[in-house]
């Protein structure tokens, strides 16, 4: 089975501090993705990565960056927190390009910007 | 501008009734359609999905309908369980591409 595991459930910080989400999947996955869920806006692209050291904006990459070193790992940056980033941030993997297969997801993050 | 489109954000229905939730989207492009359900706390967890050379998938309880020229595609639950109670997010993929579509949601709330 596919597992996706982010770093954190829960997280606060401050506003102004550089952040950190990890996530890792163990199933040697090309592609990585980074999402923030909202009410009321369902799931929003941040980054994806669809090979190490590969990255691709999506919908609302501003105020984000992202790392992939390894092909497991994906990290989201926050470089300088602000609260309108209070969200949830799901992290995804899917196996490979244009193959249909769906997306697996980490439980998410719980973010509080204070 | 929202490509894929869930227009109930809410539901409830009667335990043993037929669940059904509708999706919308506007890109032709799309050809892979997918239902995810997600608890509270917990990351979205896949359904099922539908490729577009079909026009209905089942799994058990669970059943979704694809009407391309319609851009419209439906997911049935039947019989429908307070276990069933979760928010439902469809999502849709080109055929080239990595991106991933998401609707904004159906929270579904099965009544026992």
């Known amino acids: 089975d596919v597992k996706v595991t982010q770093s954190s459930r829960y997280l606060v910080k401050r506003t102004g501090e550089k952040v950190f989400l990890e996530c890792v999947q163990d199933?040697?996955?090309?592609?990585m993705f980074w999402y923030r869920q909202d009410p009321g806006l369902g799931l929003r692209l941040i980054y994806f990565?669809?090979?190490?050291?590969?990255?691709e904006k999506g919908d609302i990459p501003e105020g984000y960056s992202v790392s992939r070193e390894k092909k497991e790992r994906f990290s989201l940056i926050l470089e300088s927190a602000s609260t309108n980033q209070t969200s949830m941030y799901l992290c995804?993997?899917?196996?490979?390009?244009?193959?249909?297969?769906?997306?697996?997801f980490g439980d998410g993050t719980r973010l509080s910007i204070l | 501008d929202q490509q894929v489109k869930q227009n109930s954000p809410s539901l409830s229905v009667q335990e043993g009734r037929i669940s059904i939730l509708n999706c919308d989207y506007t890109?032709?492009?799309?050809?892979?359609f997918l239902w995810y359900k997600k608890y509270p706390a917990e990351g979205p967890t896949f359904l099922i999905s539908?490729?577009?050379?079909?026009d209905k998938n089942e799994d058990g309880r669970f059943t979704v309908f694809l009407n391309k020229s319609a851009k419209h595609l439906s997911l049935h639950i039947v019989p429908s369980q307070p276990g069933d109670s979760a928010v439902y997010f469809c999502?849709?993929?080109?055929?080239?591409?990595?991106?991933?579509?998401f609707g904004t949601g159906t929270s579904l709330t099965v009544i026992p």
């Open positions: 995804a993997s899917s196996l490979v390009t244009g193959g249909h297969q769906p997306q697996h």
């Open positions: 199933m040697d996955h090309e592609n």
């Open positions: 990565s669809y090979d190490v050291k590969m990255k």
């Open positions: 890109n032709s492009m799309f050809d892979y």
């Open positions: 539908i490729s577009s050379i079909k």
């Open positions: 999502a849709a993929t080109p055929n080239t591409g990595n991106q991933f579509y």
